[in-house]
């Protein structure tokens, strides 16, 4: 039993209608493509950094960030500081995001054409595609769980609760565009923080620091607090999560679209920077609140399931009033996060993948009637693939897998394209089949063969593995072909 | 509320200090970029009628 009451529901009910009425009046706005997938490149500083935020916010990140707290203490919180780094690093010197900018594209295989062809182009919006929707698709039904554990809903109307979710996200997102995402992304930010800041100061009054340090210290030791001496961390770990994070940074299509959308290029920059110290947050304060779900929660509580804990353990301590705050909070990451992602793989699928089939320029009219046609089956496929069918096996290993299919070859693609000349097509080729086929490999052989425990133990290691290979991949494969005579 | 800041800062000083780092700059950008934000959301909104015209 929690304490979601009358008083919750009105609570979010408003905050639904306030954002969704705010995402559709922006609509009148949308005159051309341009408008509907980059924002017309108008936006400014403070509002790209409240979409950023809440757009890399959602409900999922809060899942699995808490279950980093709860399973492996403070020390679950580095990849946030890793992240932070590489974002502020990446923000501060324009690496990479400088050139992407300036170049005016709309995505990046848009950019990739000037150097690698048209062929490299179709075949990265691909594997972007496939990448970041197979990642989304475990969006929803993640959501669901943490507000049924939460609000103590009836488990059976999950499905309808985040259909109704996704199809109210959907309107705005296809009416508005990147413009309603960002409006929408404002007020979301502003609430989503709000919730966060106010739980996080009731856990710390009501557990207190230093049950929240004996509880990681009892349960594991000095690994608790410092990766490299975690059993299930390690250099690797930290190797990985830093190549992972900074890849992400560069090439994640949600974070690289706030650069794409900004005003100009030294806006873009700013917004990473000023964004980047949120990525500490978005792990520590979720981590907090799992290693006070391990506090707090006794193993029958618990259940073996740790995914679950932190959900469990607000639903009993968060009181009547500040509920609605917790369920709005976590209802604007989410919609936040669908929103954007909707939009920003919709805008590779219309920019790069279709690319082909505008050989004759379209119209204004004909363009924004296809992006939202796209986004449109998009909702369809999460609501199919995320929802309605039940994903078998690890999600955390999924998420990762789909990540790194899209994320080694693309990172490594791209700084090529910007800094090495010699870089071209046979070995841009090489790297995206190199980063697409090993993640699989490695996934298939931590499943099947002779070897299953070495690389289901040394994940992260295969993990770096993969960014060299990538690597090598590329420069090998440039070095092969043979030079122009123009060069 | 202070011998807490300091009790916290006994113990494991770097996430001591990173929490408390997260919660005041958080809670701070939370309320400039409300403020400011909107400014941009009108000064966005204002620059696309423009160009329509």
New interface residues.
Partial sequence: MTNFSLLDGSIVALYLLVTMVAGVM?RK?V?KVE?FLV??R?????????SLAATEFGIVTCMYTAQNGFDKG?AG?IPG?LTFLAMFLVGYTGFCVKPLRDSGVITIPELFEKKFGPRIRWASGVVIVLGGLLNMGVFLRTGGDFLVNVSGMNPDYLEEMMTLLLIGVAVYTILGGM?SV??TD?LQ??VM??G??VV??LILDQV???TL?NTVQTHYGEGG?NPLKNESMGWSYVIFNALLNTAAVLTWQTQIARVLAAKDTATGRKVYT?TS??F??RF??PG?WGIAALALLTPEQIAGNSLLAMPKMLGLIIPAGMMGLLVAAMLAADMSTDSSYMLTWGSVIYNDIMAPFRKNKWSEKKGLFWNRTIIALIGVFLLIYGLWYKLEGDLWTYLGITGTIYLSSMSVLLIACCYWKRANSWGAAAAIVCGALLPVATLTLQKIGPYTDWFKKNDTVCGVAIYVIVALAMIIGSLLKPQSKNV | MID?II??LQ??W???L??L???I???T??I???V??????H???R???E??K
């Fill in positions: 922006v706005y005159g408008d924002a017309g108008e936006m400014n500083l403070y509002l790209g950094i409240a403070f919180a500081v413009l960002l409006v404002y930010f502003i923080s709000a966060l800041i996080t100061f207190g620091w230093s340090v607090f000023g110290f949120f500490v947050a520590l304060i907090i | 807490g009790n916290m113990n494991h770097f996430w001591e990173l929490t780092a997260c919660l700059w958080y809670s950008i939370t400039y970029v409300a400011k934000g909107a400014g941009d959301i000064n966005m909104l620059r696309l009628t160009s329509k």
